[in-house]
């Protein structure tokens, strides 16, 4: 009789069909074998950011899928509101880190799976700690977070002489987002497909109400609850902030927003809808979640493995009317001041930042007068508003190298004036510095000589 233990399924039976079995559609470096399985479950490093109703998704799909070594990071804390669609929480977790619960809760019902929780902020951690994960899985509904740590990963990207990305310096990320019935995945190469900068058009710009039309002639609910929130409350309660999740400021807004609403005879007020408008909440249902979910993590797992060709590099789903999913590629924006290579420049560590500048002046490529310098988010000189040319101007005496932290090679930012079609218009240029004589840096770009 034959041994049936050696014919029972195991956990990663399907994973093994995709890992230990060969295809017509797999990566030029795809080997199938077991000690592949055994890597993505060992080695293989991945943070989710986010652990709402997305996140809690990637983290079960991930560790489901087999990767072992799982990272969350998140600054909420559990609502009452959450539960309806973050299934890892329960009511006797309102109050409690997401980020912790989560991990907790996916560790308890996945065996061998590590996930380490950071409750804080995405900008709280340093950018090195971004650099130690193979892959980072997005699960936010803000595009200012999309953008931070889209920034941060393309901070890690270097290109050679030819502007061609280092492969090794390619910081993979899969970004997933739902809204309501809608959703889309991702798959971002810094270097080859486009960063989220390079597309940021797909996103709609956010609803503001002139404070006129608040104050003046509302026409709809939400008007009425925006004058409430922004107007009203600071009139009556002039020196304190208004918290969102303290239920009495939220119950005021409320009200004060339905006696407005009456007034010019408004409906659509109601206390679910104050907090969706004054919290900017996404509507989000638990099935667009899995199905977003389950699309990221199959193309994670394709970048660690190479099992199949990732997608081409856009896909979004409609579940509203049937259900629709449709994949676009996009195209990378190559002058993109986020993730494209930039104008190479080497100079000496003795050139100060006033000479550096009188180079950008004489570069054939550049011919940026009027120049203002910044690095990492740091005004190395401004030549506007006075009060900050005054204080920046002292810089110009000093080293660039100095200034930028005695690093061999990093990235600043020039915004400057430059000759088109004979009329001078001013313009942003990314620009990669490059120290003569510092770790290995030879010659590279003439122009840039001191």
Request: aromatic residues 6%; glycine residues 6%.
């Amino acid at each position: 009789m034959a041994d049936t233990a050696a014919t029972q399924p195991t956990r990663s039976r399907d994973l093994d069909k995709l890992l230990l079995r060969p295809g017509n559609l797999v990566g030029p470096r795809f080997e199938p074998s077991a000690q592949l399985r055994d890597d993505v479950q060992n080695h293989a490093r991945v943070l989710v950011v986010g652990a709402g109703g997305l996140g809690c998704e990637l983290l079960k799909d991930l560790a489901l899928s087999g990767f072992h070594n799982l990272d969350v990071i998140d600054m909420d804390r559990i609502e009452v509101t959450n539960l309806n669609r973050q299934f890892l929480f329960r009511v006797e977790d309102v109050g409690k880190p997401k980020a912790e619960v989560a991990a907790k809760r996916v560790m308890e019902r996945i065996s061998g799976v590590n996930i380490v929780p950071h409750f804080c902020r995405i900008e709280d951690k340093d950018i090195d700690f971004y650099n130690d994960f193979m892959i980072i899985a997005l699960g936010l509904d803000s595009v200012e977070a999309r953008s931070y740590i889209n920034n941060v990963a393309c901070s890690f990207l270097e290109y050679d002489s030819d502007d061609n990305p280092l492969e090794e310096t390619i910081k993979p990320m899969v970004d997933g987002g739902t809204e309501g019935f809608k959703g889309h995945a991702r798959v971002i190469l810094p270097g080859i497909t486009p960063c989220f900068e390079c597309t940021i058009w797909l996103f709609p710009p956010q609803v503001k109400f002139p404070l006129c039309t608040l104050a003046e002639t509302p026409r709809t609910a939400a008007h009425c609850i925006e004058y409430a929130h922004l107007i009203k409350w600071n009139e009556v309660h002039g020196g304190t902030d208004f918290d969102p999740d303290n239920p009495e400021h939220m119950k005021w807004v409320y009200d004060e927003a339905a006696k407005r609403a009456e007034l010019f005879g408004i409906p659509g007020v109601t206390y679910s809808f104050t907090q969706g408008v004054v919290k900017n909440i996404i509507p989000a249902i638990a099935s667009t979640n899995a199905i977003i979910s389950a699309a990221c993590t199959l193309e994670t797992l394709k970048i660690a493995t190479e099992c199949s060709k990732t997608m081409s590099n856009y896909l979004t789903y409609n579940g509203s009317e049937g259900l629709h999913t449709k994949v676009a590629e996009f195209e990378r924006d190559k002058d993109c001041l986020v993730c494209g290579p930039g104008v190479l420049i080497e100079v000496d560590t003795s050139v100060t930042l006033q000479k550096f500048m009188n180079l950008l002046e004489e570069h054939p490529k550049l011919q940026l007068t009027k120049a203002s310098v910044a690095h990492r988010g740091k005004n190395l000189y401004m030549q506007a508003p006075p009060v900050l040319e005054e204080m920046t101007r002292s810089n110009l005496s000093l080293p660039l190298f100095d200034l930028m932290g005695k690093l061999s090679k990093d990235v600043v930012h020039v915004n400057g004036m430059t000759s088109k079609n004979n009329q001078k218009v001013s313009c942003l240029r990314k620009l990669r510095v490059a120290f003569k004589g510092v770790d290995g840096v030879t010659d590279m770009d003439t122009a840039g000589g001191a």
